[in-house]
């Protein structure tokens, strides 16, 4: 099998594997944020920043939900970075943000984060900080979800089929389940432009 179609073949496995349980529980929470006038902060590294930053546009778009993430802005981020230290940087923006028990807290990683091994610090100190605050806490991570899948309310983890491709099968299904959360019907306030124009695609002859 080569690299093209064992990647796809796995990929279909993850799916055949998830447990949707967590996604529905995920949903809610979402849900019950929005009822509530929470907000939502996307806290991730690496890849999880950029899913951070696309996904506050959908929610607040799509679903009309206040939402946040600190990689968005650069000069406050790099500044408590340099100033008090990578791992309070995600922690202390949440203090400014004055996160509270109507918010949630909502992580992109890969490991999940692990205080032992320093990995993803700063998602840890985050994560503590949302628990003592109240703060809702959900997560897609994958590996054996690390810290974020021991304390979220709700945690999709994304199943290790493949040891040499956990990094890239992760981030690929992060963004598919956000997608999946921020268009389904409990959520979605507002039509998404190619889906309201009325445009059917042409399927190629």
């Not at 506050?56 to 600190?70: L, S, T």
């Not at 922690?91 to 032992?116: P, T, Y």
């Not at 897609?140 to 493949?162: L, Q, W």
């Amino acid at each position: 099998m080569n690299y093209i179609a064992e990647y796809i073949h796995d990929a279909i496995q993850i799916l055949e594997q998830i447990d949707q349980h967590p996604i529905a529980r995920m949903l809610d929470l979402i849900v019950e944020t929005k009822e509530q006038q929470g907000r939502v902060f996307f806290l991730g590294v690496g890849g999880g920043a950029g899913h951070a930053s696309h996904a506050v546009n959908d929610f607040r778009k799509i679903a009309g939900i206040e939402c946040y993430a600190p990689t968005d802005n650069v000069s406050e981020l790099t500044a408590r970075i340099n100033d008090d230290g990578w791992e309070t940087a995600y922690r202390d923006w949440l203090i400014g943000s004055r996160l509270n028990s109507r918010d949630l807290v909502f992580i992109f990683s890969v490991g999940g984060g692990d205080a032992k091994r320093n990995i993803s610090a700063n998602l840890v100190s985050a994560a503590r900080y949302a628990l003592q605050t109240g703060a809702k806490i959900c997560g897609i991570v994958g590996r054996d979800g690390g810290f974020t899948a021991r304390v979220a309310d709700a945690c999709i983890v994304i199943p290790p089929i493949n040891a040499e491709t956990v990094t890239p099968h992760t981030e690929s299904f992060q963004a598919l389940f956000w997608h999946m959360l921020v268009s389904h019907p409990k959520l979605k306030a507002n039509e998404m432009k190619w889906e309201s124009s009325g445009n059917k695609p042409v399927r190629a002859a």
